[in-house]
């Protein structure tokens, strides 16, 4: 069974510009996470979907940060206008619902912002 | 915020010994996971327990839970050099929030 794939894995950009980060999640699993982990810290949850619908999006930083998952399988995490701060690995992970809530992680893209 | 911490901060033991990570754990909970995650890698699932469980083994890793202190602790026995990594815990099922992990080292 593949796991969740994550791409790209590096990125490096320049303050105020954009990136996007693109998540496969584990066939059949309803339910997607992005997560942010700055250096030295946990995973901090970000967003969350069942299918294709927002759970909750309230841990967004701004209104800099947006995710989709318009057919309930892949999801993209965009950031425009980066700062140094967003500078962090991005985490994607997938759940089954129905079963008992281990969330399987990808390896993450690790962004720097200069 | 930090509903699960884990203590300390950061251990060191040589391959072969023994060592315990400890979570203290603020709200009630359904139940607690414990992940690990490696350099490079995403965290990965070591042990899930449940409230009314007290005890679960997987393998050379045995979890304990102790509602009445809000406590959890993951004890590994014969470490090896694979073993080193960030432990977390996690309350909870499906959304999972994290602490800023236990960073163990195991050396030769």
Known sequence: EAGVTQSPRYAVLQ??????????????????????????????????????????????????????????????????????????????????????GQLYFGEGSKLTVL | SQLAEENPWALSVHEGESVTVNCSYKTSITALQWYRQKSGEGPAQLILIRSNEREKRNGRLRATLDTSSQSSSLSITATRCEDTAVYFCARNYNVLYFGSGTKLTVEP
Do not use: M
Request: aromatic fraction near 10%; include cysteine; hydrophobic fraction near 30%.
């Open chain 1, 15 to 100: 303050e105020g510009q954009a990136v996007s980060f693109w998540c496969d999640p584990i066939s059949g699993h309803d339910t997607l996470y992005w997560y942010q982990q700055p250096r030295d810290q946990g995973p901090q949850l970000l967003v969350y979907f069942r299918d294709e619908a927002v759970i909750d999006n309230s841990q967004l930083p701004s209104d800099r940060f947006s995710a989709v998952r318009p057919k309930g399988t892949n999801s993209t995490l965009k950031i425009q206008s980066a700062k140094q701060g967003d500078t962090a690995t991005y985490l994607c992970a997938s759940s089954l619902t129905a079963n008992t």
